[in-house]
């Protein structure tokens, strides 16, 4: 084992798989000679060279587009999009091409692409810089969506992605990638060597996709949640002293229902948190989900605590992000619905 | 691993710790290049993508017919812009590093586009810009203590508090607002571009992207829509050599000169010493009096240096010879235009000094009173309530009680 932040978990797990099959190959802006911008790649062109480690034109249709051939060819790309709010100029060949070409041609051709990308705010990045745009792509049949939470959970399912024959879309949150973060921006940071989780394993290991976690176990109320949000709601269910079963999704699509579903049999509350828009945001899709299962179940109405519905302002960051206090809120809602 | 790729990586001539090589440039001697008149035929001037268009010597004297013959007032005027563009940003750059303000981009050694351009053009004309526009900006007369309002997000800011820093806009100005994405404004110039000829009007639109935004799907869409309608516009590539890490070859740049993008799709290409304030003016007015004429679209290629690092984020020392600009064979874009005023008995060191100085001074002073209107850790601060404001012309219910919701928790 090893003491790791995400951004070196993330390059641990490139270095494992890229060692392990000469056909993985990296390819993005900047992830080149110069590492990337959050360094994530850094080292790789020195150990694999640049042919297997790619700079990239700034061109996101084309970055997935070409990755998109390379796989039919045999390769197994990953694709970095700088930061999630850049992948729009590639979406057409998220949707149309990378999520279907499996199924349009009756099962004979599949692309193996992994897209990561950083994701999320609290790092004033403004409306460029801040977004969690996964429910675009949670909604879209043929790509699988993962979003870790930790050093640990981040190469293990990072290797799951790649090596996985469905192309996944891999969210990373930056605002996590040097400390969990509680939510809390006066407190100072918090390196990954504090947290258990910042134990990572040198060597090669996978965690499956479409497993969610059981981070701490409860019987008051269930926290359904994902990425930097699982670390704020830890910190929300302690301020409010609720014993709460905190579940980390890790894997949006597909969805680990089960454990979702038996949590909340137990608990017979739930909350549903994600930093991403509120309107149409994968809570809505966890919300249902529990709903459809587990009706008789429930105490209370499910309850939502997500980014507001605007852009992410550079300004507001604060006021925007679904904090520690809107956290607490929602969980005191739910314990004290009838 | 016994196979062996063939695939063709760029490399750009030098990294750090090499000596800086621009030899690949392909440069020209001032005042080589003829002037074509505005209505020739794209074809016939074809060359003018691949040569370079230089009006100023390394005698710092104007050459040829490209020369705009501009009265040495109007270049005094010029430099003063370039001076207080370069002023602003190294304050603000300061600022940045003090922790005052999230994040900046500089635009060292690219003024002269900017200022050049800025003063060619008509107050009419559309700007769309990218974020090394700084000098636009300035020239349209946006106010200094507007521009760090915007940088401090606060009760001042023209974005409400929604922007990065240097994501300005001045609609009274007629400048867009800056994306943060790339070359997304270039489809948008040709857009208005092609609106005021629907319209009848003679004015025209102009964008700006670096050399590596060329990669974009925008800029081809942008490219091409502006070929087949003939669209008023003038589309700038400014090439400073470096976006991010990548050299100008990931670009594409290798091959053929940015200034021939067009050329395939029948728009004319010049390509310009970027750094030459004469050669910019003139190539400019060229391209801006042909598209008001009903000529069509012209692609310039700005042959400049990216000065500084990309921006407060970035260290350009990890992939570039520390000490390249010094080498790179167009020089400093403000020291030209001051040798030639120099040379030309229009301007002195000592004047030069003069200025720089009134500038700091008007630059410390707007940053007082910039600070006024709130900082990032003093008030006044603007009012959380805008953050839901213009997210629709008028605000629906789901945000207003979103916003209700807000300044209950807020309040607690």
Same mark, same amino acid.
């Given at each position: 084992m090893a003491q790791m932040n995400m951004i070196e978990a993330i390059r641990s797990g490139l270095d494992v798989v890229m060692d392990k099959d000469p056909n993985v190959v990296v390819m993005g802006e900047d992830v080149g000679y110069f590492g990337g911008v959050f360094r994530c790649t850094d080292g790789l062109q020195r150990k694999f060279g640049e042919h297997r480690v790619i700079d990239a034109p700034i061109a996101e249709g084309g970055i997935i587009g070409t990755a998109i051939g390379m796989g039919l060819n045999?390769?197994?790309?990953?694709?970095?999009?700088?930061?999630?709010?850049?992948?729009?100029?590639?979406?057409?060949?998220?949707?149309?091409?990378?999520?279907?070409i499996r199924y349009r041609s009756g099962g004979d051709f599949f692309s193996p692409v992994t897209i990561r990308t950083p994701c999320g705010g609290g790092i004033r990045g403004g409306q460029t810089h801040s977004q969690s745009p996964e429910a675009i792509f949670t909604h879209i049949s043929g790509i699988k969506v993962v979003i870790p939470s930790n050093p640990y959970d981040a190469k293990g399912l990072l290797i799951s992605a790649i090596e996985s024959d469905d192309p996944v879309i891999f969210f990373e949150p930056k605002r996590i990638y040097n400390g969990p973060f509680d939510g809390d921006p006066e407190k100072p940071a918090v390196p990954w060597t504090s947290h258990p989780k910042g134990d990572v394993p040198k060597d090669y290991y996978t965690i499956p996709l479409g497993s969610a976690e059981i981070v701490e176990e409860g019987s008051e109320l269930t926290i359904i949640t994902y990425g930097?949000?699982?670390?704020?709601?830890?910190?929300?269910?302690?301020?409010?002293? $609720?014993?709460? %079963?905190?579940?980390?999704?890790?894997?949006?699509?597909?969805?680990?229902? #089960?454990?979702?579903? +038996?949590?909340?049999?137990?608990?017979?509350?739930?909350? $549903?948190?994600? %930093?991403?828009?509120?309107?149409?945001?994968?809570?809505?899709?966890?919300? #249902?989900?529990?709903? +459809?299962?587990?009706f008789y179940h429930l105490e209370a109405p499910i309850e939502r605590v997500a980014g507001w519905d605007t852009p992410y302002p550079h300004a507001f960051e604060w006021q925007y992000f679904p904090g520690q206090k809107r956290l607490a809120a929602g969980i005191r809602k739910v314990m004290e619905a009838a | 691993m016994a196979r062996k790729s063939r695939l063709h990586i760029p490399h750009p001539s030098a990294r750090p710790g090499d000596k800086p090589d621009f030899s690949y440039l392909n440069l020209a001697p001032a005042g080589s290049v003829e002037k074509p008149s505005i209505d020739a035929r794209t074809r016939d001037i074809e060359h003018l993508s691949s040569g370079l268009v230089r009006v100023l010597d390394d005698e710092h004297r104007a050459q040829g017919e490209w020369d705009p013959n501009l009265d040495p007032e109007k270049l005094q005027v010029g430099l003063r812009w370039m001076l207080l563009n370069r002023v602003f940003d190294q304050r603000l750059w300061?600022?940045?590093?003090?922790?005052?303000?999230?994040?900046?981009?500089?635009?060292?050694?690219?003024?002269?586009?900017?200022?050049?351009?800025?003063?060619?053009?008509?107050?009419?004309?559309?700007?769309?810009?990218?974020?090394?526009?700084?000098?636009?900006?300035?020239?349209?007369?946006?106010?200094?203590?507007?521009?760090?309002?915007?940088?401090?997000?606060?009760?001042?800011?023209?974005?409400?508090?929604?922007?990065?820093?240097?994501?300005?806009?001045?609609?009274?100005?007629?400048?867009?607002?800056?994306?943060?994405?790339?070359?997304?404004?270039?489809?948008?110039?040709?857009?208005?571009?092609?609106?005021?000829?629907?319209?009848?009007e003679d004015h025209i639109a102009t964008s700006w992207l670096g050399d590596g935004s060329t990669a974009e799907a925008d800029f081809h869409h942008a490219l091409t829509f502006a070929a087949v309608y003939q669209a008023p516009v003038i589309l700038n590539i400014v090439n400073n050599q470096w976006a991010i890490s990548t050299f100008q070859g990931f670009a594409g740049g290798e091959r053929r000169p940015f200034a021939a993008r067009g050329v395939g799709l029948g728009i004319p290409g010049i390509r310009v010493d970027g750094n030459d304030f004469l050669a910019i003016y003139s190539a400019t007015l060229w391209?801006?009096?042909?598209?008001?004429?009903?000529?069509?679209?012209?692609?310039?290629?700005?042959?400049?240096?990216?000065?500084?690092?990309?921006?407060?984020?970035?260290?350009?020392?990890?992939?570039?010879?520390?000490?390249?600009?010094?080498?790179?064979?167009?020089?400093?874009?403000v020291e030209r235009l001051k040798q030639h005023l120099i040379t030309e008995g229009h301007w002195s060191e000592e004047r030069h000094e003069e200025v720089i100085e009134e500038y700091r001074v008007k630059v410390t002073e707007a940053w007082k009173e910039a600070r006024s209107f709130g900082t990032m850790t003093e008030g006044p601060f603007l009012n959380p309530i805008e953050m839901f404001d213009d997210v629709y012309a008028e605000l629906p219910e789901h945000l207003e009680e979103q916003r209700r919701q807000m300044l209950e928790l807020e309040g607690s």
């Open positions: 045999g390769l197994r790309p990953v694709a970095e999009i700088q930061f999630a709010d850049y992948i729009y100029p590639g979406f057409d060949q998220v949707v149309s091409e990378l999520a279907r930097t949000l699982v670390h704020v709601a830890q910190a929300a269910a302690k301020i409010v002293g $609720v014993d709460a %079963e905190i579940i980390d999704v890790r894997s949006l699509s597909p969805l680990d229902t #089960t454990a979702l579903v +038996e949590s909340v049999k137990k608990t017979g509350r739930c909350l $549903v948190a994600h %930093e991403a828009t509120r309107f149409s945001g994968f809570g809505a899709e966890l919300v #249902t989900t529990v709903q +459809e299962a587990c | 300061q600022i940045q590093r003090q922790g005052q303000i999230s994040f900046y981009m500089e635009s060292k050694g690219e003024e002269a586009v900017s200022i050049a351009q800025g003063m060619a053009l008509r107050a009419g004309d559309m700007c769309f810009p990218s974020y090394r526009n700084t000098g636009l900006f300035l020239y349209r007369g946006t106010k200094l203590v507007d521009m760090m309002c915007q940088c401090l997000s606060n009760t001042r800011d023209m974005c409400k508090g929604r922007q990065l820093p240097i994501l300005y806009h001045n609609k009274d100005a007629n400048i867009f607002s800056i994306s943060g994405n790339l070359g997304t404004q270039y489809p948008h110039a040709v857009g208005w571009a092609m609106a005021s000829a629907i319209k009848g391209a801006a009096d042909r598209a008001r004429r009903g000529g069509g679209p012209t692609v310039i290629e700005h042959v400049t240096y990216r000065g500084g690092a990309h921006s407060t984020s970035d260290d350009p020392t990890k992939y570039r010879p520390k000490d390249e600009w010094a080498d790179f064979p167009l020089g400093d874009p």
